[in-house]
Nanobody, 125 residues
Framework: QVQLVESGGGLVQAGGSLRLSCAAS????????MGWFRQAPGKEREFVAA??????????ADSVKGRFTISRDNAQITGYVYLQMNSLNPEDTAVYYC????????????????WGQGTQITVSS
């Protein structure tokens, strides 16, 4: 079992930056790949970024490549995964979710077993 809690959301102007954090409790955190997904009103949940259990492989949606960076910290008792978001634009407005699955990062939300409650990001123009 992995419990996930996101933080760091808020309101930001276009062109600005935010850093999301996801605290992951559970002794098996180090065996889990972690992903970030987002869902805008009236739209389906979509993949943003993911990172392998070891941190040596990352995946990004085309829409965020070069702007967002995913990273993880396996060294602490409570594991963390981060999403650094730069050059934000209004199309990035959504609820952002942290998710976990074993071992290998993928882009499909249906393959993730555990989800956080989500954090709202609003980018004003």
């Amino acid at each position: 079992q992995v419990q996930l809690v996101e933080s760091g959301g808020g309101l930001v102007q276009a062109g600005g930056s935010l850093r999301l954090s996801c605290a992951a409790s559970g002794r098996l955190f180090r065996t889990y790949a972690m992903g970030w997904f987002r869902q805008a009103p009236g739209k389906e949940r979509e993949f943003v970024a993911a990172i392998n259990w070891s941190g040596d492989r990352t995946l990004y949606a085309d829409s965020v490549k070069g702007r967002f960076t995913i990273s993880r910290d396996n060294a602490q008792i409570t594991g963390y995964v981060y999403l650094q978001m730069n050059s934000l634009n209004p199309e990035d407005t959504a609820v952002y979710y942290c998710a976990a699955k074993q071992w290998v990062a993928t882009m499909r939300p249906g393959e993730y077993d555990y989800w956080g409650q989500g954090t709202q990001i609003t980018v004003s123009s």
